[in-house]
């Protein structure tokens, strides 16, 4: 069966610092892969997705950047954080033989 | 790209009644529309979904509708209860973005007993 791995789950960092999230799908080939960013009580944000290895798009001028390396590895950057990238980041990928998309357990980032 | 509105914002039911969440969304194109609920601090889970070429789906006390022609659809929950307190998360597939899902703001639903 397909699962999807994302780590850190919690994550406190200071304004400035690099970030690093990862994200890894098992059970599947050549899935959509996507960063998702929940800001507190708020709706689902669409950051980056890819289609394939190399392939980036992003959805929202920002302070972040995403790279996949690898097919079934997605991650999300950053070289200096702001305070406003705090939120809970949610990977996702898609089956494409099916619509639905599946989440990771998130991660909730703080930069204090 | 894909606007999705969701509304309400908030809604808070007694145990027993019914629950409708109603969104609209923009692009015509969009053929997919799932529902996810998020429990507090956790991911967001597929509920119920449909597809384009289906008016209504039901799963217990869970149901779908889609209207293509006006653009919306809405969740409608049944004799409610207190564990479906929740967010709940309209989504409409963008077609031409990676077969993304761009999601509503959310509902968050109180059942009080």
């Known amino acids: 069966s397909q699962t999807i791995h994302q780590w850190p789950a919690t994550l406190v960092q200071p304004v400035g610092s690099p970030l690093s999230l990862e994200c890894t799908v098992e059970g599947t080939s050549n899935p959509n892969l996507y960063w998702y960013r929940q800001a507190a009580g708020r709706g689902l944000q669409l950051l980056f997705y890819?289609?394939?290895?190399?392939?980036i798009s992003s959805e929202v001028p920002q302070n972040l950047s995403a790279s996949r390396p690898q097919d079934r590895q997605f991650i999300l950057s950053s070289k200096k954080l702001l305070l406003s990238d705090s939120g809970f980041y949610l990977c996702a990928w898609l089956d494409r033989g099916n619509t639905e998309a599946f989440f990771g357990q998130g991660t909730r980032l703080t930069v204090v | 790209g894909e606007n999705v509105e969701q509304h309400p914002s908030t809604l808070s039911v007694q145990e027993g009644d019914s629950a409708v969440i109603k969104c609209t969304y923009s692009d015509s194109a969009s053929n997919y529309f799932p529902w996810y609920k998020q429990e507090l601090g956790k991911r967001p889970q597929l509920i119920i979904d449909i597809r384009s070429n289906v008016g209504e789906k039901k799963d217990q006390r869970i149901a779908v509708t889609l209207n293509k022609t006006a653009k919306h659809f809405s969740l409608h929950i049944t004799e409610t209860q207190p564990e479906d307190s929740a967010v709940y998360f309209c989504?409409?597939?963008?077609?031409?973005?990676?077969?993304?899902?761009?999601f509503g703001k959310g509902t968050s639903l109180l059942v009080t007993p």
């Open positions: 989504a409409a597939s963008i077609v031409n973005s990676g077969y993304a899902l761009n």
């Open positions: 890819s289609v394939g290895i190399g392939q």
